[in-house]
């Protein structure tokens, strides 16, 4: 079983930075591809990046590319997500998630976050 604790959120300016982070424990062998969603009040969750095992292959939703970056340090078990030029658009609950594959399909994940709130003011 893997287990996956977020941090890092909270409340920030319109234009300003945050960095999550996810600690993941435990080991699983669907446990490669790691990744984060979020889902905003009256929305549906919404991919927002993931990356593989390596960190060869990245991957982000159109309306974050160039803003967001994703990184993985695999010796301390853990997941980042460096946010910058955030807008209000951002705001909501953003998820770490764990899978085999890298996918922008929330299905293919097999473990989650209890999920940390962000939240960007203008």
């Known amino acids: 079983q893997v287990q996956l604790v977020e941090s890092g959120g909270g409340l920030v300016q319109a234009g300003g930075s945050l960095r999550l982070s996810c600690a993941a424990s435990?080991?699983?062998?669907?446990?490669?591809?790691m990744g984060w969603f979020r889902q905003a009040p009256g929305k549906e969750r919404e991919f927002v990046s993931t990356?593989?095992?390596?960190?060869?292959?990245?991957y982000f939703v159109d309306s974050v590319k160039g803003r967001f970056a994703i990184s993985r340090d695999n010796a301390k078990n853990t997941l980042y997500l460096q946010m910058n030029s955030l807008k209000r658009e951002d705001t909501a609950v953003y998820y770490c998630?764990?899978?085999?594959?890298?996918?922008?399909?929330?299905?293919?994940?097999?473990?989650w976050g209890q999920g940390t709130q962000v939240t960007v003011s203008s």
């Open positions: 998630t764990a899978g085999y594959y890298p996918s922008s399909d929330p299905k293919e994940y097999d473990y």
């Open positions: 435990g080991r699983a062998r669907s446990s490669n591809a």
């Open positions: 990356i593989s095992w390596s960190g060869a292959s990245t």
